[in-house]
């Protein structure tokens, strides 16, 4: 069956990576993960969220442009994962081999990309998802999540974020984030400020990419209907692809979404195997008046693209 590539990206802990693995499980597609991450992805990618354009100006767009040409054209590498001198055989193992992401990418290089379409999730390719669709031929599927629920995971996670990674790059800072830079070069001070503005930075590039570079090759999902409707928001989603949602798709989705707990277990990034209808809103019980008033606050000019005024109340949904 002929069929497109297709990038999953939007915003970090937004669905990205379970869409990317709900899509891989049909068959159709060679997947690769986050290439564009700083820490585990290709080589030649060193500023998370790189912007790559037709016509790049500067050495650091120009990096990023070789890049990502030669990830689509097999001429990639993955980085060795930074682990420690010392632990486990298994550690010492993967620090020598390449781990998942690395071997993916050897069977894509080797193998996979003669006979099936590249699958890329990567939600730090976000930036450069419009020259990706429009140089490749990519399909593009975008997830957003409500900002006080990207909040709430990020604090979760312990992450945060260096701008500069932002305002070394150029192009990106012209194109995409006019109306953003002032704002980022006041280097907020607070963890929830930094946060609350990524979000609102990261929904800005993906409605912008959308609406005026990539159009009907671009599809938009939130999080919260993935939780809430997982089965019928994945057959829209294998709609736009022109693919067919088959029977090994939706016995995983229903594996994955029928679990009786909410949360990830303790120190996993992504546990898929959760009750995703209590996840979808989970934050509400979770988050503090004063939390929630000031992400509103950072956010409301972007979020009120994405997201009705009824979604920020609290309490049982």
């Not at 632990?87 to 050897?106: D, E």
Request: neutral net charge; aromatic residues 12%; glycine residues 6%.
């Amino acid at each position: 069956m002929q069929t497109d590539p297709v990038l999953v990206t939007g915003p970090i802990r937004s669905g990205t990576t379970y869409v990317g693995r709900v899509l891989s499980e049909s068959g159709y597609w060679a997947y690769l993960d986050e290439p564009c991450n700083v820490t585990n992805g290709i080589e030649g990618i060193h500023l998370w969220f790189p912007y790559v354009s037709e016509f790049p100006e500067s050495e650091t767009s120009r990096q990023h442009k070789y890049a990502l040409d030669g990830l689509m054209n097999g001429r990639f590498t993955y980085k060795t994962p930074p682990n420690p001198d010392h632990g486990s055989f298994r550690k010492q193992l993967k620090k020598w081999l390449g781990g998942r992401s690395a071997w993916m990418g050897y069977r894509y290089k080797l193998l996979e990309r003669f006979y099936k379409p590249v699958l890329i999730k990567d939600p730090t390719a976000l930036p450069s998802s419009g020259y990706l669709s429009n140089t490749y031929g990519m399909k593009v599927i975008f997830l957003i999540r409500h900002p006080a629920a990207f909040y709430m995971s990020m604090k979760k996670q312990q992450w945060d974020f260096d701008f500069n990674n932002l305002l070394q790059q150029k192009e990106l800072c012209e194109n995409l984030l006019q109306d953003y830079t002032d704002e980022i070069k006041q280097n907020p001070k607070s963890y929830i400020d930094r946060i609350a503005l990524l979000w609102k930075v990261l929904a800005g590039i993906e409605r912008q990419i959308l609406e005026n570079q990539i159009k009907s090759r671009g599809f938009k999902i939130t999080h919260e209907a993935l939780c809430l409707e997982p089965m019928e928001t994945m057959q829209q989603v294998f709609d736009f692809l022109e693919i067919p949602l088959n029977n090994k798709v939706r016995q995983f989705i229903i594996r994955t979404t029928s679990s009786e707990k909410t949360d990830a277990e303790e120190g996993k990034v992504h546990d898929f195997f959760r009750d995703s209808r209590r996840l979808a809103w989970g934050w509400k019980q979770k988050i503090t008046e004063e939390e929630r008033d000031r992400i509103r606050e950072v956010t409301e000019n972007e979020a009120a693209h994405h997201y009705p005024d009824s979604t920020w109340s609290l309490g049982e949904v």
